[in-house]
């Protein structure tokens, strides 16, 4: 199995910046990808950026193009989410996510749906505030 655990979130202003990470452990070596999820309230769980562990291939949701630029460090086994000209709809839980080996080419095939990866962290809360 693969443990996930992000940190990062809090409250920031319009405007301003933050940071996620999210740290990996365990079977760290079958991972394929990463990816990072946010949820509001009352709402669905929605895909942000994904980035394939072993090329710099990446994917994102229009929502956050030229926005959020998601970024790995394979050696520390992180992922990061800098998140820029935050706006008060980017308010929500951000997950980090993992995709192993195995299943990558169910990932190719849909790199944004949650039903894609397979092991998933607790989820950090972002606030923007108007």
């Known amino acids: 199995q693969v443990q996930l655990v992000e940190s990062g979130g809090g409250l920031v202003q319009a405007g301003g910046s933050l940071r996620l990470s999210c740290a990996a452990s365990g079977r760290t070596f079958s991972m394929y990808a990463m990816g990072w999820f946010r949820q509001a309230p009352g709402k669905e769980r929605e895909f942000v950026e994904a980035?394939?562990?072993?090329?710099?291939?990446?994917y994102y949701a229009d929502s956050v193009k030229g926005r959020f630029t998601i970024s790995r460090d394979n050696a520390r086994n992180m992922v990061f989410l800098q998140m820029n000209s935050l706006k008060s709809e980017d308010t929500a839980v951000y997950y980090c996510?993992?995709?192993?080996?195995?299943?990558?080419?169910?990932?190719?095939?849909?790199?944004?749906?949650?039903?894609?990866?397979?092991?998933w962290g607790q989820g950090t809360q972002v606030t923007v505030s108007s």
């Open positions: 980035i394939r562990w072993s090329n710099p291939s990446t």
């Open positions: 996510a993992s995709v192993s080996t195995e299943n990558s080419s169910r990932f190719r095939g849909s790199p944004g749906r949650v039903g894609s990866y397979d092991y």
